[in-house]
């Protein structure tokens, strides 16, 4: 079955400190990937998704990521982060087609001033 | 569009209580989703729907749990007894094209 794996539970950041938080996956073939935040008391919401094309995703609030398919990854990345980034994020993985998401277990990032 | 509605937000009931958490998808979605989300281990699909009819629901823990969707516009995911453990946010999941999920605010369950 597959799986992914976050290796970091929490990670605290200084404003303006850069970001990068891990993901990998198991399954060998054709994949879709994304990244969700869950901010404090709210719901999953989408940040980013990698279907096919460019491996290096652009997503909202000026996060990114890029798809490394030799290494099974899909870290996510911000140069800045802000006090408003402290959220958990989920990196999630689905085969092709109409297939659930698989999640990983999550990052919890705190940022301080 | 007033996306996945789900109640209640918060319940808090003792041990053998009977829970019903109840999802409302975005009206034209054909899949509907139920996620458990624990601090120890994350968020895991319990039980998926296409049409309303069940696909997968080997992540429902045991038989103690149910779900149900009598309709396009409506499902119930029911624990019965509940238990601690049971203890979680809840989270329903509608899409029309997986996997483009769009997911409900959650329901905190919590159970003495």
């Known amino acids: 079955a597959q799986s992914v794996s976050q290796h970091n539970h929490h990670v605290i950041l200084s404003e303006a400190a850069s970001l990068e938080l891990g993901c990998n996956y198991s399954?060998?073939?054709?994949?879709?990937l994304f990244w969700y935040v869950q901010y404090p008391g709210q719901h999953l919401q989408l940040l980013l998704k990698?279907?096919?094309?460019?491996?290096l995703v652009k997503g909202i609030k000026g996060f990114e990521a890029e798809f490394i398919k030799s290494k099974f990854s899909f870290n996510l990345r911000k140069p800045s982060v802000q006090w408003s980034d402290t959220a958990e994020y989920f990196c999630?993985?689905?085969?092709?087609?109409?297939?659930?998401?698989?999640f990983g277990k999550g990052t919890r990032l705190s940022v301080i001033a | 569009d007033a996306g996945v509605i789900q109640s209640p937000r918060h319940e808090v009931t003792e041990m053998g209580q009977e829970v019903t958490l109840r999802c409302k998808p975005i009206?034209?979605?054909?899949?509907l989703f139920w996620y458990r989300q624990t601090m120890m281990r994350g968020l895991e699909l319990l039980i998926y729907?296409?049409?309303?009819?069940?696909?997968?629901d080997s992540g429902m823990p045991e038989d103690r749990f149910s779900a149900k969707m009598p309709n396009a516009s409506f499902s119930t995911l029911k624990i019965q007894p509940s238990e601690p453990r049971d203890s979680a946010v809840y989270f329903c999941?509608?899409?029309?094209?997986?996997?483009?999920?769009?997911f409900g605010e959650g329901s905190r369950l919590t159970v003495l």
């Open positions: 990698y279907f096919s094309g460019d491996p």
């Open positions: 729907f296409n049409n309303n009819v069940p696909i997968d």
């Open positions: 399954y060998g073939g054709t994949v879709n």
């Open positions: 999941a509608s899409s029309s094209s997986p996997p483009r999920v769009f």
């Open positions: 009206s034209g979605h054909d899949y």
């Open positions: 999630a993985v689905s085969l092709s087609g109409n297939t659930p998401l698989v």
